[in-house]
């Protein structure tokens, strides 16, 4: 755990958490703790026991905004893109008067990053820190979202290019994940459009309408990942597609081989025949006759097919 005391966007290190209960002059405090914090924190802040207990419980919480007597308790979901695979870490905030805790099981780039923006703003309040803060989470969508985009666009590449029985695991996974984020970003939207409209006595009515900005950023990504899904939808019906042509070329170089080969057959089919009196049959040139015809007329048949471009 970490406490901070924040005048001015310069940070101050407090070692004794119990300072951090009572206003300062100036400022505010920041407390950045891990869940096993909490049990500490919560006699001190006078944190309602239902949002500890989201805190402690909750493996992956759903985005919510729940107003208490003396603070509020706001869970938004930080995104990241690591390996080809997307991860959505909750971040716990409550937000009092003169003071904000975080509250993360892992670590989250956001905190990190928005640490250059209190001091380049020279940030005095908690409110203001919690707009800042939640700009860059959802900021980071966007990033994540270009990141889908330039997949989905390299994968359609690669179908069209030389399709793979892979593609179409690349593409139920990528879907699955986009409906999933999808199902998140709904009620994120939600947080932010109460955080922007509802009469909220710990933020300033003046920022609250910088909260607009940020949803309506929210309402651009909840959009981008509709238009991701149904290019994701065009990706299935091109893999399909790409796989009926290849089957289908397959099924044309057989039909041509085989078309081929008929007349040959036919001609092997008749000098087959175990007949005495066959013309040609006992001539001593009739093997290389024969064969010089079979490979003549597979030559020419070949030479039109490829002209016709059949095979």
């Not at 690591?82 to 892992?106: C, M, P, S």
């Not at 029985?165 to 009620?187: A, C, D, F, Q, T």
């Not at 008749?270 to 015809?293: A, C, Q, R, T």
Request: with cysteine; glycine share 4%; proline share 3%.
């Amino acid at each position: 755990m970490k406490i901070r005391h924040v005048v001015s966007g310069v940070f101050t290190p407090v070692e004794d958490v119990e300072l951090a209960t009572t206003p300062p002059e100036e400022g505010f405090y920041w407390i950045d703790a891990g869940v096993d914090d909490l049990e500490e924190l919560q006699p001190l802040f006078s944190l309602h026991d239902l949002a500890v207990e989201d805190c402690l419980t909750e493996e992956e919480q759903r985005p919510k905004i729940e107003t208490y007597e003396n603070h509020y308790f706001i869970v938004v979901n930080s995104i990241r893109y690591d390996d080809e695979e997307i991860f959505l870490r909750a971040l716990n905030i409550f937000l009092g008067r003169h003071y904000i805790i975080t509250v993360t099981k892992q670590k989250i780039n956001e905190l990190r990053a928005v640490k250059p923006i209190l001091w380049e703003q020279e940030v005095n309040e908690p409110d203001r820190f919690l707009y800042y803060l939640i700009d860059l989470v959802v900021d980071n969508y966007f990033i994540v979202g270009d990141r889908i985009e330039a997949k989905i666009e390299k994968l359609e590449e690669d179908i069209l290019i030389h399709t793979k029985r892979s593609h179409l695991n690349e593409i139920i996974g990528l879907r699955s994940e986009i409906l999933w984020l999808k199902k998140v970003l709904g009620p994120q939207k939600e947080v932010i459009n109460v955080l922007n409209k509802k009469d909220l006595r710990l933020i300033d009515d003046q920022l609250q309408k910088y909260f607009s900005d940020i949803y309506e950023n929210a309402v651009k990504i909840s959009e981008n990942f509709d238009t991701f899904r149904e290019l994701i939808g065009n990706l299935r019906e091109a893999y399909q597609a790409a796989i009926a042509n290849r089957a289908n070329e397959i099924m044309r170089v057989f039909t041509a081989i085989t078309t081929i080969f008929i007349p040959l057959t036919l001609i092997t089919g008749i000098y087959g025949m175990n007949f005495d009196n066959m013309p040609e049959l006992h001539w001593k040139y009739s093997y290389y006759v024969v064969i010089g015809i079979m490979i003549a007329l597979g030559a020419v048949m070949y030479y039109i097919f490829r002209k016709r471009d059949w095979i």
